[in-house]
């Protein structure tokens, strides 16, 4: 079977800068794979194991973006591809699913496709169900464990953590799915593979080679301003001659708001 | 923040860059989290053997990880990567605590690196295999109680019996001499011909008339295993003496190529590791009325630490690439010793300076540092051994005649798989 792991590269939250008007600053920013991602990166790598086939990690960015490519590969990806283009640098969540959907229908075999549940970047969470959307496949969203992924039958159930309630689902392949963290531990690199991949550069799609135009990408909403998030008032200390005294302060405005 | 590891193209390949990412992963969340309790445990003078319950799952780690044969060949079960290979593992590990180091000193450097380069194939297959994979761990013994850098001094002897040896002797300041499965010794085959007299073994922990026991109290490397090897009457068959018999001390002098390498290497992490603290620390912490990055003493001692971590840096690297190439190096690597473990030490100095009292107390690593540091400054070669080495090179009195067996050259088809 051939499984497409979607793996965002976020920048390590450390390396990171901000502009003067609280964009961030792309330069010199050290990317890492995103932390869902990495788990969704080890769950299609368990499963590939299983049953054989190909496991492609595809990401978007830039084209020299290739670290965590190769890293994901040295964990145990089969095959990789990058998604690259000037036109993707501005593109928003549905964008971007909307050149991953096209670059997975261009791969044509795909039978299940893993990511993380949001980016820890923009956090919007929305893309695995645009992704789906688009390809109009069935989604599978916060899922704590695959039970079981049947090439035969063409099906796989899972269970979706939610609040207060786990749900098993089963859906029929190809589907996509989002994990979430603590699904397993994902492996380190293995030295015998970092040999290997040091060198490959993986494959670059364009915008073009989707068949996709400006207007595809263009973001669906348009940033207007970005200041500051307004500061927290602060508490109100209450005062008096002793600690008895303070309680008992305490007390009656707590009384007084019906906080107790 | 400035990358400390960045414009070493000259040296290292994009692989490099993925092995050293991937160690300091491993450290930062496996070890960093817990190193201070695991140092702290090896603080307590205990009777009996080694049971601390941090150190053989951590082995195991980094055996399953590939650390432990990182720079053998793949066909005797290593990762196959290169000499600056092993001086990346090292350097990342000590980064976050030196008796990770040791490890691969002991195990990789001194150890199995001996095996490759002067092994048969059949011990080869027998030890080096299952010691590259991390399924043995290997200790070295060459100090005992009442002799140390005048190594030959040594009072273990090997007494050929038929076709066997009987070991007699006290090894001690062995590193993992409680954990480790099997054993480089060395010992004496003839007390009458000083360094010609010496041979070298391949001992097994399971070999009757062998046992170990724990120090503790040292003043660093608390969170590894060092302890005593006693061998009493210990049978050693034929097979298992490395190389010919009288060439133990040549072997014993060319483990030390390795193992100091690797001590360099570490060291150089060691200076990383105290310098990250001091840039870190010297932001957030203010006097005068701005943070103490603004005085200038602060910046001096933190202008050293930078010209000491890249000069150790280049030193060890140099070494690595003469490796590679299958170029003798014994004055390179003591060279790099030297200079790196003094380094390790003046910089972890300098950082428990710039934390000030905090720097003082185990809050904060740098004490530390400066602990595990001053053994780099004894062990594998005393710093007195390395500037009598580097004088004695300097004026012509010291030069190394080739080997029986070098250290193979690296070859990256040959040892790739």
């Known amino acids: ?260 | 923040m400035l990358d400390l590891t960045a414009g070493y193209g000259m040296f290292l390949s994009d692989e490099h860059e993925m092995l050293r990412r991937t160690v300091r992963d491993f450290a930062e969340r496996e070890v960093a989290p817990h190193i201070r309790t695991w140092d702290r445990s090896g603080g307590e003078h205990t009777e009996g053997p080694e049971d601390r319950p941090h150190i053989r799952p951590i082995l195991k780690r980094m055996g399953e990880l590939g650390l432990l044969g990182i720079c053998i060949p793949q066909k005797y079960g290593g990762a196959g990567m290169d000499y600056l290979a092993l001086a990346v593992v090292c350097e990342e590990l000590e980064r976050v605590d030196s008796f990770l180091r040791v490890v691969i000193s002991v195990h990789t450097g001194l150890n199995s690196l001996s095996l490759f380069q002067w092994g048969s194939e059949e011990q080869k297959q027998r030890y080096l295999i299952p010691q590259a994979k991390g399924e043995l761990l290997a200790g070295y013994c060459l100090t005992e109680p009442n002799s140390g850098t005048d190594a030959v001094a040594m009072q273990a002897t090997a007494r050929r019996d038929g076709d066997a040896y009987i070991l007699n002797g006290e090894k001690i300041w062995i590193s993992l001499a409680d954990i480790a499965d099997t054993f480089l010794v060395i010992a004496k085959t003839d007390p009458t011909k000083g360094a010609r007299g010496i041979s070298a073994f391949i001992v097994e922990r399971t070999m009757p008339g062998v046992s170990s026991y724990p120090l503790h109290g040292k003043l660093g490397m608390r969170a590894g295993n060092t302890g005593g090897l006693v061998l009493q009457d210990v049978r050693v068959p034929l097979a298992n003496r490395l190389g010919e018999e009288g060439e133990g001390f040549k072997i014993a002098m060319a483990a030390l190529d390795n193992g100091r390498y690797t001590v360099a290497a570490g060291a150089t992490g060691l200076i990383q590791a105290s310098l990250e603290a001091s840039l870190k620390y010297a932001e957030e912490r203010h006097s005068f009325g701005g943070p103490i990055a603004d005085h200038q003493l602060v910046k001096r001692m933190i202008s050293h630490m930078v010209r000491k971590l890249d000069t150790s840096r280049l030193l060890v690297y140099r070494a690595g690439w003469m490796k590679n190439q299958g170029q003798r190096n014994t004055r390179e690597t003591t060279l790099a010793k030297w200079h790196a473990t003094v380094s390790s030490f003046e910089c972890a100095d300098d950082a428990i300076q710039i934390h000030g009292a905090y720097g003082y107390s185990d809050e904060y690593p740098v004490e530390r540092y400066l602990r595990n540091a001053r053994g780099g400054i004894i062990y594998e070669g005393t710093r007195e051994l390395q500037e009598l080495l580097q004088a004695d090179f300097a004026l012509g009195r010291r030069i190394n005649p080739p080997l029986r067996c070098e250290l193979p050259a690296y070859d990256p088809t040959e040892w790739g798989g």
């Open chain 1, 1 to 260: 079977m051939h499984i497409v792991v979607c793996m965002k590269q976020v920048p390590r939250d450390n390396s990171v800068k901000l502009n003067a008007d609280l964009s961030i600053n792309a330069d010199g920013i050290e990317k890492i794979i995103n932390l869902f991602d990495e788990y969704a990166v080890e769950e299609g790598i368990a499963w590939n194991e299983k049953h054989g086939g190909k496991l492609t990690v595809l990401s978007m960015g830039n084209a020299d973006w290739t670290e965590q490519i190769r890293r994901a590969l040295a964990m145990g990806a089969t095959d990789s591809l990058l998604l690259s283009d000037p036109a993707f640098t501005n593109t928003d969540t549905l964008g971007a699913a909307r050149a991953v959907a096209a670059a997975i229908r261009k791969l044509g075999d795909v039978d299940l496709v893993i990511t993380g549940r949001n980016s820890t970047d923009d956090e919007s969470g929305a893309f695995a169900p645009a992704l789906a959307r688009h390809l109009g496949w069935p989604q599978i969203t916060y899922v704590g464990k695959i039970q079981d992924v049947d090439p035969a039958a063409k099906s796989i159930t899972a269970e979706r953590n939610l609040e207060t309630v786990v749900e098993t689902v089963q859906s029929p392949l190809p589907a996509v799915v989002s994990v979430i963290k603590d699904i397993n531990s994902p492996r380190y690199p293995s030295l015998l593979k970092i040999k290997r991949v040091a060198k490959i550069e993986p494959p670059v799609w364009s915008a073009a080679d989707l068949g996709l135009s400006a207007a595809d990408l263009a973001p669906a909403a348009a940033l207007s301003a970005r200041v500051p998030a307004p500061a927290r008032p602060s508490g109100e200390m209450i005062t008096g001659a002793d600690a008895a005294a303070k309680v008992t302060a305490l007390v009656n405005k707590l009384l007084e708001n019906q906080v107790i």
